[in-house]
């Protein structure tokens, strides 16, 4: 099957005044594990993590480590995809696929939505509303 894992997901795991860090430490305690399996993000979303932390904790340090065991460390439990940039341009056609006044999708969630079409994965783990209709989330 496979599942897919989102910033908003990733960051309310370590960031303890996210609106969604409860939810993200529920998520990460209850679903079953192997059967979502195989866990994968693409590079885009962990730089979008990074990014994310910085200019919320305005470079919190502390929190940057909490990350970095997430990402790299003995918390991790999904395998981080690197996407060729040769790829890039089917994920701007994603990206202009999808847009309309109403959605609007990023660079980097329309590598997610690539990555869920190029490797029959079927769920997104996320808090993002703009997947609905592209590809089921788990929220």
Request: net charge neutral.
């Amino acid at each position: 099957m496979g599942t897919l894992l989102d910033t908003g997901f990733l960051y309310g795991l370590k960031d303890e005044s996210d609106p969604h860090h409860e939810r993200s430490l529920e998520l990460l305690n209850t679903l079953p594990w192997k059967e979502l399996s195989p866990i994968i993000t693409p590079t885009l979303v962990i730089n979008e993590t990074y990014t994310l932390l910085m200019y919320r904790s305005k470079g919190n340090k502390a929190l940057v480590k909490k990350l970095d065991e997430l990402c790299w460390g003995d918390e991790c439990f999904f395998r981080i995809v690197n996407i060729p940039t040769s790829e890039y341009q089917k994920i701007v056609a994603i990206m202009t696929k999808y847009a309309s006044p109403k959605k609007l999708l990023s660079f980097v969630d329309a590598s997610v939505i690539y990555l869920a079409q190029n490797k029959n994965y079927k769920q997104v783990i996320s808090f993002d509303a703009h997947f609905d209709g592209i590809i089921p989330r788990i929220c």
